[in-house]
Protein backbone atom coordinates (compact mmCIF):
# COMPACT_ATOMS: atom_id res chain seq x y z
CA UNK A 1 0.00 0.00 0.00
CA UNK A 2 1.66 3.20 -1.29
CA UNK A 3 -1.73 5.61 -1.46
CA UNK A 4 -4.86 6.42 0.73
CA UNK A 5 -7.46 4.98 -0.97
CA UNK A 6 -9.72 7.69 -0.08
CA UNK A 7 -8.34 10.43 -0.94
CA UNK A 8 -5.23 9.97 -2.97
CA UNK A 9 -2.56 10.94 -0.85
CA UNK A 10 0.76 8.56 -0.08
CA UNK A 11 0.21 6.94 3.11
CA UNK A 12 2.44 6.80 6.02
CA UNK A 13 3.62 3.16 7.97
CA UNK A 14 2.79 4.35 11.72
CA UNK A 15 0.66 2.99 15.20
CA UNK A 16 -1.92 4.82 15.81
CA UNK A 17 -3.14 6.49 18.99
CA UNK A 18 -4.35 3.40 21.41
CA UNK A 19 -3.34 0.89 18.82
CA UNK A 20 -0.56 -1.51 18.87
CA UNK A 21 0.14 -2.54 15.55
CA UNK A 22 1.65 -0.45 12.73
CA UNK A 23 -0.90 0.67 10.07
CA UNK A 24 -1.27 2.41 7.00
CA UNK A 25 -2.03 6.09 8.01
CA UNK A 26 -3.06 8.88 5.68
CA UNK A 27 -1.99 12.19 6.84
CA UNK A 28 -4.51 14.29 4.78
CA UNK A 29 -7.91 12.68 5.84
CA UNK A 30 -6.61 10.26 8.33
CA UNK A 31 -8.10 7.12 7.66
CA UNK A 32 -6.44 3.75 9.06
CA UNK A 33 -5.84 1.25 6.09
CA UNK A 34 -6.51 -1.87 8.00
CA UNK A 35 -5.05 -5.44 6.61
CA UNK A 36 -7.33 -8.34 8.09
CA UNK A 37 -6.95 -12.04 7.02
CA UNK A 38 -8.74 -13.56 4.37
CA UNK A 39 -11.32 -16.57 4.66
CA UNK A 40 -11.34 -19.22 2.02
CA UNK A 41 -14.37 -21.09 1.80
CA UNK A 42 -15.11 -24.64 0.33
CA UNK A 43 -16.59 -28.02 -0.11
CA UNK A 44 -15.59 -31.90 0.46
CA UNK A 45 -18.71 -32.96 -1.68
CA UNK A 46 -18.94 -37.01 -1.78
CA UNK A 47 -21.38 -39.16 -3.86
CA UNK A 48 -21.37 -42.56 -2.28
CA UNK A 49 -17.49 -43.34 -1.52
CA UNK A 50 -16.25 -41.00 -3.89
CA UNK A 51 -15.19 -37.29 -3.58
CA UNK A 52 -14.85 -34.57 -5.57
CA UNK A 53 -11.37 -33.27 -6.59
CA UNK A 54 -10.68 -30.31 -9.73
CA UNK A 55 -7.21 -30.23 -10.99
CA UNK A 56 -6.41 -26.49 -11.29
CA UNK A 57 -6.38 -24.68 -14.37
CA UNK A 58 -4.76 -21.45 -12.88
CA UNK A 59 -1.61 -20.74 -10.96
CA UNK A 60 -0.61 -21.09 -8.31
CA UNK A 61 -0.36 -24.86 -8.31
CA UNK A 62 -1.38 -25.09 -11.96
CA UNK A 63 -1.91 -28.87 -12.57
CA UNK A 64 -2.25 -30.39 -9.33
CA UNK A 65 -5.78 -31.30 -7.38
CA UNK A 66 -7.79 -29.65 -4.54
CA UNK A 67 -11.06 -29.46 -3.71
CA UNK A 68 -13.58 -26.63 -4.47
CA UNK A 69 -12.68 -23.06 -2.78
CA UNK A 70 -12.19 -19.77 -3.57
CA UNK A 71 -12.11 -16.30 -1.49
CA UNK A 72 -15.61 -16.03 0.28
CA UNK A 73 -16.91 -12.50 -0.92
CA UNK A 74 -18.87 -9.75 0.81
CA UNK A 75 -22.97 -10.04 1.26
CA UNK A 76 -22.41 -13.68 1.53
CA UNK A 77 -22.59 -16.23 4.06
CA UNK A 78 -19.51 -19.55 4.48
CA UNK A 79 -22.20 -21.66 3.30
CA UNK A 80 -23.59 -19.50 0.02
CA UNK A 81 -19.24 -18.94 -0.86
CA UNK A 82 -18.82 -22.49 -0.10
CA UNK A 83 -21.70 -23.46 -2.86
CA UNK A 84 -20.71 -20.92 -4.71
CA UNK A 85 -17.04 -21.89 -5.48
CA UNK A 86 -17.91 -25.54 -5.87
CA UNK A 87 -20.64 -24.24 -9.12
CA UNK A 88 -17.87 -21.88 -10.26
CA UNK A 89 -14.64 -24.62 -10.49
CA UNK A 90 -16.33 -28.07 -10.40
CA UNK A 91 -19.97 -27.31 -11.99
CA UNK A 92 -21.38 -29.10 -9.32
CA UNK A 93 -24.37 -28.85 -7.00
CA UNK A 94 -24.22 -29.83 -3.45
CA UNK A 95 -26.16 -29.67 -0.26
CA UNK A 96 -24.08 -28.97 2.91
CA UNK A 97 -24.20 -31.60 5.44
CA UNK A 98 -22.14 -29.72 8.19
CA UNK A 99 -18.65 -27.57 9.17
CA UNK A 100 -15.94 -29.82 8.81
CA UNK A 101 -12.93 -28.16 9.20
CA UNK A 102 -11.47 -24.71 10.27
CA UNK A 103 -7.56 -23.88 9.44
CA UNK A 104 -5.76 -20.80 9.77
CA UNK A 105 -3.06 -20.58 7.74
CA UNK A 106 -0.95 -17.34 9.16
CA UNK A 107 2.14 -17.55 7.16
CA UNK A 108 -1.25 -16.41 4.19
CA UNK A 109 -3.37 -14.78 6.43
CA UNK A 110 -5.76 -16.85 5.35
CA UNK A 111 -8.61 -18.98 6.99
CA UNK A 112 -10.32 -21.88 5.39
CA UNK A 113 -13.32 -22.90 6.38
CA UNK A 114 -14.15 -26.47 4.71
CA UNK A 115 -18.11 -28.01 4.76
CA UNK A 116 -19.01 -31.36 4.36
CA UNK A 117 -21.59 -31.88 1.25
CA UNK A 118 -23.35 -34.61 -0.61
CA UNK A 119 -23.17 -33.88 -4.09
CA UNK A 120 -26.79 -34.15 -5.45
CA UNK A 121 -26.04 -34.77 -9.40
CA UNK A 122 -23.83 -36.14 -11.28
CA UNK A 123 -23.47 -33.56 -14.18
CA UNK A 124 -20.57 -31.86 -13.19
CA UNK A 125 -17.73 -30.65 -15.30
CA UNK A 126 -14.52 -27.95 -14.97
CA UNK A 127 -15.11 -24.06 -14.69
CA UNK A 128 -12.73 -22.28 -16.38
CA UNK A 129 -10.11 -22.13 -13.60
CA UNK A 130 -10.24 -26.23 -13.54
CA UNK A 131 -8.63 -28.57 -16.49
CA UNK A 132 -10.69 -31.44 -15.16
CA UNK A 133 -13.07 -32.34 -12.38
CA UNK A 134 -13.38 -36.50 -10.93
CA UNK A 135 -14.55 -38.55 -8.42
CA UNK A 136 -12.05 -39.98 -6.39
CA UNK A 137 -12.21 -43.19 -4.01
CA UNK A 138 -9.72 -42.79 -0.95
CA UNK A 139 -7.16 -45.58 -2.67
CA UNK A 140 -7.10 -43.59 -5.92
CA UNK A 141 -6.42 -40.68 -4.44
CA UNK A 142 -3.76 -38.50 -6.24
CA UNK A 143 -1.97 -37.82 -2.65
CA UNK A 144 1.56 -36.53 -4.14
CA UNK A 145 -0.22 -34.26 -6.70
CA UNK A 146 -2.33 -32.18 -4.46
CA UNK A 147 -2.02 -28.27 -4.46
CA UNK A 148 -2.14 -27.19 -0.92
CA UNK A 149 -1.08 -28.60 2.42
CA UNK A 150 -4.61 -27.34 3.90
CA UNK A 151 -6.70 -29.14 1.36
CA UNK A 152 -4.20 -32.87 2.32
CA UNK A 153 -4.91 -32.71 5.85
CA UNK A 154 -8.80 -31.70 5.11
CA UNK A 155 -9.21 -34.47 3.11
CA UNK A 156 -7.26 -36.92 5.83
CA UNK A 157 -9.41 -36.05 8.94
CA UNK A 158 -12.50 -36.75 6.14
CA UNK A 159 -11.48 -40.00 5.41
CA UNK A 160 -9.91 -40.92 8.88
CA UNK A 161 -13.23 -39.30 10.78
CA UNK A 162 -15.10 -41.63 7.93
CA UNK A 163 -13.55 -45.06 9.13
CA UNK A 164 -14.59 -43.76 12.49
CA UNK A 165 -18.11 -43.49 11.67
CA UNK A 166 -18.30 -40.08 13.06
CA UNK A 167 -17.67 -36.90 11.65
CA UNK A 168 -16.16 -33.77 13.79
CA UNK A 169 -15.25 -30.38 13.49
CA UNK A 170 -12.11 -29.99 13.46
CA UNK A 171 -10.17 -26.52 13.80
CA UNK A 172 -6.39 -26.43 13.57
CA UNK A 173 -3.22 -24.20 11.67
CA UNK A 174 -0.77 -25.09 9.06
CA UNK A 175 2.16 -23.74 10.31
CA UNK A 176 4.89 -22.97 7.17
CA UNK A 177 8.53 -23.36 8.58
CA UNK A 178 11.33 -22.09 5.88
CA UNK A 179 14.04 -24.34 6.22
CA UNK A 180 18.18 -23.42 5.71
CA UNK A 181 17.92 -25.21 2.34
CA UNK A 182 15.00 -22.18 1.24
CA UNK A 183 12.89 -25.32 1.48
CA UNK A 184 8.90 -25.03 2.92
CA UNK A 185 7.71 -28.09 5.55
CA UNK A 186 4.44 -27.72 6.79
CA UNK A 187 3.19 -28.59 10.21
CA UNK A 188 -0.38 -29.14 11.43
CA UNK A 189 -1.40 -28.46 14.76
CA UNK A 190 -5.09 -29.46 16.26
CA UNK A 191 -6.53 -27.85 18.83
CA UNK A 192 -6.91 -30.36 20.97
CA UNK A 193 -10.29 -29.88 23.21
CA UNK A 194 -9.94 -29.66 27.17
CA UNK B 1 -12.28 3.41 -2.32
CA UNK B 2 -11.96 6.30 -4.91
CA UNK B 3 -7.98 5.98 -5.51
CA UNK B 4 -5.74 2.66 -6.17
CA UNK B 5 -3.73 2.28 -3.17
CA UNK B 6 -0.67 0.81 -5.20
CA UNK B 7 -0.40 4.18 -7.58
CA UNK B 8 -2.29 6.36 -6.52
CA UNK B 9 -4.87 6.65 -10.07
CA UNK B 10 -8.44 7.44 -9.75
CA UNK B 11 -10.04 3.66 -9.78
CA UNK B 12 -13.17 2.63 -12.11
CA UNK B 13 -15.66 0.12 -10.80
CA UNK B 14 -16.17 -2.61 -13.42
CA UNK B 15 -16.42 -6.24 -13.83
CA UNK B 16 -12.77 -7.83 -14.46
CA UNK B 17 -12.02 -10.34 -17.39
CA UNK B 18 -13.19 -13.70 -15.96
CA UNK B 19 -14.55 -12.21 -13.11
CA UNK B 20 -18.42 -12.29 -11.91
CA UNK B 21 -18.81 -9.06 -9.53
CA UNK B 22 -17.78 -5.72 -10.01
CA UNK B 23 -14.35 -4.83 -8.55
CA UNK B 24 -12.48 -1.62 -7.98
CA UNK B 25 -9.82 -1.55 -10.88
CA UNK B 26 -6.96 0.70 -11.40
CA UNK B 27 -6.76 1.79 -15.32
CA UNK B 28 -2.78 2.42 -15.07
CA UNK B 29 -1.58 -0.34 -13.51
CA UNK B 30 -4.53 -2.88 -13.36
CA UNK B 31 -4.50 -4.02 -9.96
CA UNK B 32 -7.67 -5.03 -9.20
CA UNK B 33 -8.64 -4.41 -5.54
CA UNK B 34 -10.76 -7.03 -3.49
CA UNK B 35 -12.81 -6.61 -0.72
CA UNK B 36 -13.93 -9.48 1.34
CA UNK B 37 -15.27 -10.03 5.04
CA UNK B 38 -13.03 -9.61 8.36
CA UNK B 39 -13.31 -12.51 10.91
CA UNK B 40 -14.03 -11.10 14.78
CA UNK B 41 -12.41 -13.63 17.13
CA UNK B 42 -13.15 -13.71 20.67
CA UNK B 43 -13.56 -15.93 23.49
CA UNK B 44 -16.55 -17.14 26.27
CA UNK B 45 -14.21 -17.33 29.17
CA UNK B 46 -15.56 -18.96 32.04
CA UNK B 47 -14.95 -19.61 35.77
CA UNK B 48 -16.70 -22.19 37.73
CA UNK B 49 -21.09 -21.09 36.52
CA UNK B 50 -20.14 -17.41 35.51
CA UNK B 51 -18.95 -16.28 32.12
CA UNK B 52 -16.93 -13.02 31.76
CA UNK B 53 -18.54 -9.96 30.06
CA UNK B 54 -17.14 -6.24 28.72
CA UNK B 55 -19.21 -3.48 29.21
CA UNK B 56 -18.20 -1.34 26.03
CA UNK B 57 -16.66 2.06 26.39
CA UNK B 58 -16.69 2.73 22.67
CA UNK B 59 -18.58 3.16 19.66
CA UNK B 60 -20.66 1.27 18.38
CA UNK B 61 -22.98 0.24 21.36
CA UNK B 62 -21.10 2.23 24.37
CA UNK B 63 -22.34 0.94 27.86
CA UNK B 64 -23.95 -2.37 26.95
CA UNK B 65 -21.88 -5.38 27.66
CA UNK B 66 -20.72 -8.17 25.14
CA UNK B 67 -18.10 -11.10 25.23
CA UNK B 68 -14.51 -9.86 24.55
CA UNK B 69 -13.94 -10.07 20.77
CA UNK B 70 -12.44 -8.03 17.53
CA UNK B 71 -10.72 -8.57 14.73
CA UNK B 72 -8.81 -11.04 13.82
CA UNK B 73 -5.52 -9.59 12.95
CA UNK B 74 -2.66 -10.58 10.02
CA UNK B 75 -0.06 -13.28 11.19
CA UNK B 76 -2.16 -14.62 13.84
CA UNK B 77 -4.60 -17.60 13.98
CA UNK B 78 -7.99 -17.42 15.45
CA UNK B 79 -7.28 -18.58 18.57
CA UNK B 80 -3.85 -16.20 18.89
CA UNK B 81 -6.55 -13.55 18.41
CA UNK B 82 -9.22 -14.59 20.52
CA UNK B 83 -6.59 -14.89 23.28
CA UNK B 84 -5.21 -11.28 22.62
CA UNK B 85 -8.68 -9.64 22.48
CA UNK B 86 -9.50 -11.19 25.73
CA UNK B 87 -6.39 -9.67 27.32
CA UNK B 88 -6.98 -6.51 25.67
CA UNK B 89 -10.82 -6.13 26.62
CA UNK B 90 -10.98 -8.02 29.83
CA UNK B 91 -7.58 -7.95 30.77
CA UNK B 92 -8.29 -11.79 31.06
CA UNK B 93 -6.10 -14.65 30.90
CA UNK B 94 -7.44 -17.95 29.09
CA UNK B 95 -6.98 -21.40 27.80
CA UNK B 96 -9.43 -22.09 24.98
CA UNK B 97 -10.86 -25.75 25.46
CA UNK B 98 -13.01 -25.73 21.88
CA UNK B 99 -14.56 -23.81 18.86
CA UNK B 100 -18.32 -22.58 19.90
CA UNK B 101 -19.69 -21.29 17.48
CA UNK B 102 -18.58 -19.73 13.80
CA UNK B 103 -21.31 -17.03 12.81
CA UNK B 104 -22.27 -14.90 9.59
CA UNK B 105 -23.26 -11.38 9.52
CA UNK B 106 -23.53 -10.90 5.75
CA UNK B 107 -25.05 -7.57 6.45
CA UNK B 108 -21.99 -6.14 7.70
CA UNK B 109 -19.25 -8.47 5.62
CA UNK B 110 -18.06 -10.31 9.13
CA UNK B 111 -17.33 -14.04 10.52
CA UNK B 112 -17.80 -14.07 14.27
CA UNK B 113 -15.66 -17.19 14.94
CA UNK B 114 -16.23 -17.42 19.30
CA UNK B 115 -14.31 -20.01 21.13
CA UNK B 116 -15.14 -21.77 24.70
CA UNK B 117 -12.66 -20.80 27.22
CA UNK B 118 -11.43 -21.20 30.63
CA UNK B 119 -10.85 -18.05 32.98
CA UNK B 120 -7.14 -18.80 34.39
CA UNK B 121 -7.63 -16.99 37.44
CA UNK B 122 -9.56 -13.78 38.81
CA UNK B 123 -7.20 -10.87 37.99
CA UNK B 124 -8.77 -9.29 35.44
CA UNK B 125 -9.83 -5.72 34.76
CA UNK B 126 -11.40 -3.63 32.00
CA UNK B 127 -9.03 -2.42 29.53
CA UNK B 128 -9.46 1.01 27.44
CA UNK B 129 -12.15 -0.02 25.10
CA UNK B 130 -13.75 -1.52 28.42
CA UNK B 131 -15.85 0.81 31.13
CA UNK B 132 -16.19 -2.34 33.91
CA UNK B 133 -15.66 -6.78 33.47
CA UNK B 134 -17.81 -8.51 35.55
CA UNK B 135 -18.51 -12.18 36.19
CA UNK B 136 -22.25 -13.02 35.29
CA UNK B 137 -24.14 -15.72 36.46
CA UNK B 138 -26.73 -17.23 33.41
CA UNK B 139 -29.86 -15.74 35.82
CA UNK B 140 -28.20 -12.54 35.96
CA UNK B 141 -27.00 -11.61 32.66
CA UNK B 142 -28.52 -8.16 31.57
CA UNK B 143 -30.30 -9.69 27.97
CA UNK B 144 -31.81 -6.43 27.39
CA UNK B 145 -28.35 -4.42 27.29
CA UNK B 146 -26.10 -7.03 25.04
CA UNK B 147 -24.55 -5.19 22.37
CA UNK B 148 -24.87 -7.39 19.35
CA UNK B 149 -27.46 -9.77 18.49
CA UNK B 150 -24.63 -12.03 17.76
CA UNK B 151 -23.15 -12.66 21.14
CA UNK B 152 -26.61 -12.69 22.20
CA UNK B 153 -27.24 -15.87 20.55
CA UNK B 154 -23.61 -16.78 21.12
CA UNK B 155 -24.52 -16.81 24.73
CA UNK B 156 -27.57 -18.55 24.52
CA UNK B 157 -26.51 -21.29 23.23
CA UNK B 158 -23.82 -21.63 25.32
CA UNK B 159 -26.45 -22.10 28.26
CA UNK B 160 -28.57 -24.16 26.16
CA UNK B 161 -25.61 -26.82 25.96
CA UNK B 162 -24.90 -26.26 29.26
CA UNK B 163 -27.87 -27.40 30.36
CA UNK B 164 -27.82 -30.24 28.05
CA UNK B 165 -24.46 -31.41 29.19
CA UNK B 166 -22.48 -31.45 26.06
CA UNK B 167 -21.16 -28.29 23.73
CA UNK B 168 -21.84 -28.55 20.30
CA UNK B 169 -20.02 -26.69 17.61
CA UNK B 170 -22.71 -24.32 16.09
CA UNK B 171 -22.72 -23.10 13.08
CA UNK B 172 -25.13 -20.38 11.64
CA UNK B 173 -26.20 -16.51 10.24
CA UNK B 174 -27.42 -13.47 11.48
CA UNK B 175 -29.87 -12.03 9.24
CA UNK B 176 -30.38 -8.22 9.36
CA UNK B 177 -33.81 -7.31 8.10
CA UNK B 178 -35.12 -3.61 8.04
CA UNK B 179 -38.79 -3.28 8.71
CA UNK B 180 -41.12 -0.67 6.54
CA UNK B 181 -40.38 1.98 10.14
CA UNK B 182 -37.04 1.22 9.65
CA UNK B 183 -36.30 -0.54 12.42
CA UNK B 184 -34.13 -3.50 12.40
CA UNK B 185 -35.04 -7.01 13.49
CA UNK B 186 -32.59 -9.39 13.74
CA UNK B 187 -33.30 -13.54 12.41
CA UNK B 188 -31.05 -16.32 13.44
CA UNK B 189 -30.55 -19.08 11.13
CA UNK B 190 -28.62 -21.99 12.19
CA UNK B 191 -27.11 -24.53 9.82
CA UNK B 192 -29.32 -27.91 10.66
CA UNK B 193 -26.89 -30.76 9.98
CA UNK B 194 -28.01 -33.21 7.54
Redesign the interface.
Known amino acids: ????????T??ELRIPE?DH?PR?VCPTCGTI???????VVGSIPQWEDRILLCKRAIEPRHGLWTLPAG??????????GALRETMEEAGARV?????HT?F?L??V?Q?Y?MFRA?LLDLDFGPG?ESLEVALYDEKDIPWNEIAFPVIEQTMRLFFEDRRRGTFG?H?G?IIRHLLPNNERRYETRM?K??
Chains 1, 2 share one sequence.
Do not use: A, W
Open positions: MNFCSHCGPVGLYHYQNPKVFMENEETTIEEVIDLMNPHNVVNPITDLRR
